[in-house]
């Protein structure tokens, strides 16, 4: 399975934006799917993820803002992004856990 991630772009503070992860093969199977930044000399932290069960997870600093949900019919995991802050610009990683990595899509936050 391959992950390929976007729906990135620029966008100004209190703005929307929402991420595609898109898997090659069934998503039905991988029972986490989660979502990680890497801002620019930082390391890679995780955002947030989901259960094939539907539990979901947050980290502190999106809770409340952000929602993560996935669509196994199409294999596709999202993260729907409201009231971005100038702190959550970076790159936006998907993955199944630690395992396959998709290519990051950039979120760049402006003030």
């Known amino acids: 399975v391959q992950l390929q991630a976007s729906g990135g772009g620029l966008v100004q503070a209190g703005g929307s934006l929402r991420l595609s992860c898109t898997a090659s093969?069934?998503?039905?199977?991988?029972?986490?799917m989660a979502w990680y930044r890497q801002a620019a000399g930082k390391e890679r932290e995780w955002v947030a993820s989901?259960?094939?069960?539907?539990?979901?997870s947050y980290t502190d600093s999106v809770r409340g803002r952000f929602t993560i949900s996935r669509d196994n019919a199409k294999n596709t995991m999202y993260l729907q992004m409201n009231s971005l802050k100038p702190e959550d610009t970076g790159a936006y990683y998907c993955?199944?856990?630690?395992?396959?990595w998709g290519q990051g899509t950039l979120v760049t936050v402006s003030s």
């Open positions: 993955s199944d856990g630690g395992a396959i």
């Open positions: 093969g069934s998503m039905r199977t991988i029972y986490v």
């Open positions: 989901s259960t094939s069960g539907g539990v979901r």
